[in-house]
């Protein structure tokens, strides 16, 4: 869905100009890049020059060519820019219910880019957990629920529900089918070889 809007969008200002349509995938790569380097300052915890080589890195790594040379890539670099975006307002310092909120709108943008952009819901409640752990053994030791077991508690069911909810939505998308590969979309699938698959 963000994929098709932007192409269109795409299409209106430039026609079929090959440049532009590249320009614009350079830029949105770039702001991955951006995205990453902020990731690994506020979550990761980096300093500010590891935070940028980690960037650099993501930025020249030859796996992300297709994502940048060809439209087609263009789901992946939305993809992951909504869930970088979504990853680091769950995770704001000084979080609140609408970062929640947020934090799944954007999980789910990424999910319409590419269904594996759902998979940062699960992450965002992974890395939540376990940020609350201390608090949480200390609560089931104590016997005592502690406030930040309790925000953790309300920020899992948000999500946990909110999960549940897009998975059904891309059921009903799909018409309550699942998605069918062929060999032509990904051979490595299909090959006889265990060890290849």
């Not at 999910?111 to 949480?136: Q, S």
Request: aromatic share 10%; hydrophobic share 50%; net charge positive.
């Amino acid at each position: 869905m963000p994929k098709k809007r932007l192409l269109t969008l795409n299409h209106a200002l430039a026609g079929l100009r090959p440049w532009w349509w590249h320009a614009c995938n350079v830029a949105l790569h770039a702001a991955c890049c951006v995205l990453v380097a902020r990731a690994c300052v506020t979550i990761a915890r980096l300093q500010r020059p590891f935070a940028a080589l980690a960037a650099l890195l993501f930025a020249v790594h030859p796996v992300h060519t297709e994502a940048v040379a060809g439209v087609v890539g263009r789901a992946d670099v939305l993809a992951c820019i909504f869930f970088l975006s979504s990853l680091l307002v769950y995770h704001r310092p000084t979080s609140n219910k609408k970062c929640v909120w947020l934090s799944i709108v954007l999980g789910a943008l990424s999910m319409l880019a590419k269904e594996t952009g759902v998979t940062i819901l699960m992450l965002n409640l992974a890395f939540d957990f376990y940020r609350c752990w201390p608090y949480v053994k200390r609560s089931i030791c104590s016997l005592k629920i502690e406030k930040k077991c309790t925000g953790l508690s309300i920020r899992s069911i948000k999500v946990i529900l909110s999960l549940a909810l897009l998975i059904c939505l891309r059921l009903a998308l799909l018409q309550g089918t699942w998605p069918t590969f062929s060999p032509q979309d990904n051979p490595a699938a299909f090959h006889p070889s265990f060890f290849v698959r």
